[in-house]
């Protein structure tokens, strides 16, 4: 009897395909005790021919059908299949040569098994390394064993492509793949559904066996955009998972295997969401509902013991509480307050408790009288834009003695959360924790510090330096450049408060040290310097426009001495987007913002933001004071430019690298549809006709990652390219009869002065779908935006026409927004900020800190809410090439290329810190599903 039979969906692989085939050929076992059934459903490239050249001594099976998708495609398969054991390999993997022979003879040692699970190995295609780092890796690190699931239900398995089924078993209980359940968690079901019909759940894991998974170069797999697909959080949920525990309801409680297997899935759609970059942002309201509906369904069927036990990958506490709890239709809150945070000072502290439902009713007792908190806030943590959970948040005097009662009964006050239940220990565990210490302890090993930090430490601690930089305010923008906030504000206090101890930091062969030092700024410090370490360790406050690590946390001394200081964000722009998956890993002791929405939308209750009006102040930008003044100096000088002020996408990056360089690569970039679309803006005959009609001129000032390839971007010669560290980017915005962007918001700064705005956006779809470093806010292009919304090239070349000419059907409307958004005067911006910067200094009364100050109600998150339809069409359309209009033999507009790493200025706020810290700390890479195949489980992802 035939052995084995290998079914493999076949569907436009054929770059993959003969390392597929050649590693069946290299299998060292009998080749007669293998069938191979090729299905080909429907290839549009060169596969069908590949398969049919394919000349081997396998009894080879070939199957043709239209497209049907890989599970209709691998049950036509099923129909042809006679081995004893069937197997779904993916023909862009590759089979270890040893690959059917160890699971043969795991089979003839336990031949009672009703599956094998082979080891799954990552082959990183693009630098050629095998890598054991899947998240259920640790299945196999005792060696190939033979384990009962119902024992050991950790053990779970979701690859049909990595497993081996007793075939007569999938006939006899007519075990077929649900084409329905699309874009991942296909396999999974199959699996489950397998092992849901088994009288016994005994699976070998076969260490030995490795099956190499290809993470593919290009990166098109079908999981990266799986996260967009509505099916996602509808059709998996409802005919994956819930279907998986309703079989299981029919004859009992599911078994706890099966119940992992499906909060696998579930905590991974909860961690992505949690993400920096969430793929859900274009997703309709309709599929929201959805989801939650089915998330309710979901969770009733699952114990509490099983959502509190799992363990298989990291799960926070949030998703933890937010699935146990959130996910069910009744009220629950904390048995306790967390008192989280002490404001040293200003001697406050901050009290913290999460519930779900209607919150308690929450009487605070202070010195024995029943008081109010100073501030209260209510956080809201939502999946899908459905709040699962939310977190009460008190801050309130700690001058005096505090108690908390929920609905007229005394609550705990801990430091600490509530500990993570434990409902299974393992002897590692018990060994780590308990058992003595073998032999002496060895005393810890002394730090190396090296001379040039104990030179750097003892000046610092000297009287001469301490008393130099004594309750010293460090100011400073970006390390290479300044003319930001932070600039603005240090020259303010610098004239208007001179005996503030206030220095200013950047680098000193940026472009900017040269200018500050000509303009006459004293008190600059060259960042690197021992000077700047030496201000760094005896500063009370950093004040900064950025806070990304390599500002607050500038450096750490061999000898462990780092900056203590309290650091405020003054903001790099106005935050238009949700941000908070990222700011909420802050903990400023102030950040500035600019209109009454960004206020509201990060300090109001409901918010996704940790802060409340504590910590947040609605001063204006410091920038703007001059910005205004800029304007006015040109009321009688009309502007003469349209400025175009394209954003970057973080995804370009990595796609258009040159090899394993992380330059980027100008001919693959410019043929990228991104460059395209810009290049055909850039390039129309009627953008410049339509300039030259109202005597303006048209400016490119491209983000800073643009630069390495503006010399490849061939523009016509009547397109001026500015650079930001050539030119002040508020005079360029001054100098602006109307400015272009995608999403950038530098608009917002043109918007403070009246200056039309039109929004360029031909990648909404995807730039919300998790293409790019952004969550849905508040803020509505359409519906709050200081000007037309345009999808194309001709519809943007159209409202840039009216809009330059005064005949725009909604000016009148764009002027009610800005009005709404600037609710503050345009001048005395750095005044209300240094004095909110001199508030977090001073001690809070025992009276104003137990009386209220009134917390305002977020806006909803503004989801672009497209119907099913259209949020299911992510925009992959061809894009013609963008037709070149400079004169033959004329180059084409470049210049200088920025320094590296050098920001934007005015842009987009936290976008160059959301890159780097996503580079940084970005988890391992999922196991993905290549496109021309069904995605592998999401459930399956890298949790590394």
């Not at 410019?670 to 953008?687: G, H, I, K």
């Not at 890159?915 to 999922?926: F, N, R, V």
């Amino acid at each position: 009897m035939t052995r084995f039979t290998l079914i493999s969906a076949i569907y436009n692989v054929a770059g993959y395909l003969p390392d597929f085939l050649e590693s069946l050929d290299k299998q060292d076992f009998d080749h007669s005790q293998v069938q191979v059934v090729l299905v080909d459903d429907g290839s549009t490239d060169d596969s069908g021919e590949l398969l049919a050249s394919w000349t081997t001594d396998y009894d080879v099976t070939i199957v043709r059908q239209t497209n049907a998708g890989q599970g209709a495609a691998r049950n036509a398969g099923l129909e042809a299949a006679v081995g004893e054991w069937i197997s779904f390999p993916d023909p862009d993997d590759i089979l270890d040569p040893q690959y059917l022979s160890r699971v043969h003879e795991s089979l003839e040692e336990n031949p009672s098994v009703m599956m094998v699970a082979a080891h799954l190995l990552d082959f990183w295609e693009a630098r050629g390394e095998i890598k054991d780092s899947h998240p259920l890796r640790y299945r196999f690190a005792g060696g190939t064993q033979m384990v009962d699931l119902d024992r050991f239900p950790r053990h779970i398995h979701l690859h049909a492509s990595s497993a081996f089924f007793r075939r007569i078993q999938v006939e006899k209980h007519d075990v077929r793949f649900d084409s329905r359940i699309r874009p991942v968690f296909e396999d999974a079901h199959f699996v489950q559904t397998y092992l849901l019909t088994q009288g016994s759940r005994l699976v070998t894991f076969n260490a030995d066996a490795h099956y190499l998974y290809r993470r593919r170069e290009s990166g098109n797999s079908t999981l990266q955009t799986s996260g967009t697909d509505p099916a996602r959080y509808t059709d998996v949920l409802e005919f994956g998972l819930l279907d998986l525990l309703r079989r299981a309801a029919e004859v009992g409680q599911a078994p706890r295997w099966l119940q992992y297997a499906v909060l696998y899935d579930l905590f991974w759609i909860l961690r992505s969401e949690d993400s920096l970059s969430p793929k859900t942002g274009a997703m309709a309201s309709s599929v929201a509902d959805r989801f939650e509906q089915l998330l309710l369904a979901i969770r009733a069927l699952l114990t509490d013991e099983a959502v509190k036990s799992f363990d298989i990958i990291r799960v926070s506490p949030v998703q933890r509480e937010a699935l146990l709890h959130g996910a069910r239709a009744r009220d629950w809150h904390w048995d306790f307050v967390q008192i989280s945070e002490y404001d040293q000072a200003r001697e406050l502290m901050k009290l913290t408790y999460r519930f779900v439902g209607r919150a308690p009713h929450e009487t605070l007792t202070f010195r024995g009288l029943e008081v109010q908190p100073m501030v209260a806030k209510t956080r809201s943590f939502k999946y899908l834009g459905k709040p699962l959970l939310h977190e009460r948040s008190l801050w309130v005097s700690s001058r005096g003695t505090i108690e908390v009662k929920f609905n007229g009964v005394a609550v705990p006050l801990r430091f600490n959360p509530a500990p993570t239940e434990q409902f299974a220990i393992r002897p590692a565990a018990v060994r780590k924790k308990l058992a003595p210490s073998a032999g002496t302890k060895k005393s810890r090993r002394r730090r190396k510090v090296t001379a040039d930090d104990r030179l750097t430490t003892l000046l610092a601690d000297s009287r001469v330096f301490r008393d130099r930089f004594a309750g010293a305010w460090i100011f400073m923008d970006r390390s290479a450049g300044a003319n930001d906030n932070a600039e603005h504000l240090f020259k303010y206090t610098r004239k208007q408060h001179p005996s503030r101890n206030a220095w200013f930091v950047v680098h000193k062969n940026s472009s900017d040290w040269a200018r500050l030092k000509d303009e006459g700024v004293d008190r600059l410090i060259p960042h690197g310097s021992r000077l700047w370490k030496i201000a760094c360790l005896n500063a009370v406050k950093l004040v900064s426009s950025h806070i990304d690590l390599d500002v607050i946390r500038p450096f750490v001394l061999s000898n462990g001495r780092t900056p203590r200081w309290d650091y405020v964000f003054l903001q790099h722009g106005v935050t238009q987007n949700d941000l908070s998956a990222w700011l909420n890993t802050k903990s400023p002791s102030l950040i500035l913002t600019a209109t009454e929405p960004e206020y509201r939308s990060i300090a109001g209750d409901n918010s996704s933001y940790k802060f409340s009006g504590k910590e947040v102040v609605l001063t204006g930008f410091p920038r703007f004071d001059r910005l205004a003044q800029l304007d006015a100096r040109r009321e009688s000088e009309p502007p003469r430019y349209i400025t175009v002020f394209p954003t970057w996408r973080k995804n370009l990056g990595a796609q258009f690298a040159s090899g394993a360089s992380t330059e980027l690569d100008p001919d693959a970039f410019v043929n990228s549809r991104y460059a395209q679309e810009w290049l055909r803006f850039l390039r129309s005959t009627r953008l410049q006709k339509l300039a030259e009609a109202q005597n303006l001129q048209v400016r490119f000032m491209p983000h800073p990652s643009l630069e390495p390839v503006i010399d490849h971007l061939a523009l016509p010669s009547h397109i001026e390219v500015v650079r930001y560290r050539d030119r002040n980017v508020q005079e360029v915005i001054v100098e602006s009869a109307a400015a272009v962007t995608d999403y950038s918001s530098i608009v917002f700064d043109a918007a403070f002065i009246d200056r039309p705005v039109l929004y360029f956006q031909f990648d909404r779809n995807q730039v919300f779908g998790g293409d790019h470093i952004v969550r849905p806010g508040y803020f509505s292009y359409d519906d709050d935006g200081f000007g037309p919304v345009a999808a194309t090239t001709d519809e943007a070349l159209t409202a840039l026409a009216e809009l330059v000419a005064r005949t725009h059907p909604d000016l009148d409307e764009y002027a009610e927004r800005r009005k709404r958004t600037f609710t503050l005067s345009r001048k005395e911006n750095c005044k209300r900020a240094y004095r909110a910067i001199l508030a977090t200094t001073r001690k809070v009364s025992p009276t104003a800190g137990t009386t209220l100050h009134p917390t305002p109600e977020a806006q909803p998150t503004r989801y672009l809410d497209l119907t099913p339809d259209e949020s299911r069409a992510v925009e992959t359309r061809a894009v013609e090439p963008a037709p070149v209009q400079a004169t033959v033999g004329e180059p084409a507009r470049g210049g200088v290329v920025a320094a590296a790493g050098e920001p934007a200025r005015g842009g987009a706020a936290g976008e160059a810190e959301l890159m780097d810290e996503l580079a940084a700390g970005a988890e391992a890479e999922p196991v993905e599903a290549s496109a021309g195949r069904a995605a592998r489980p999401a459930a399956e992802e890298d949790a590394a």
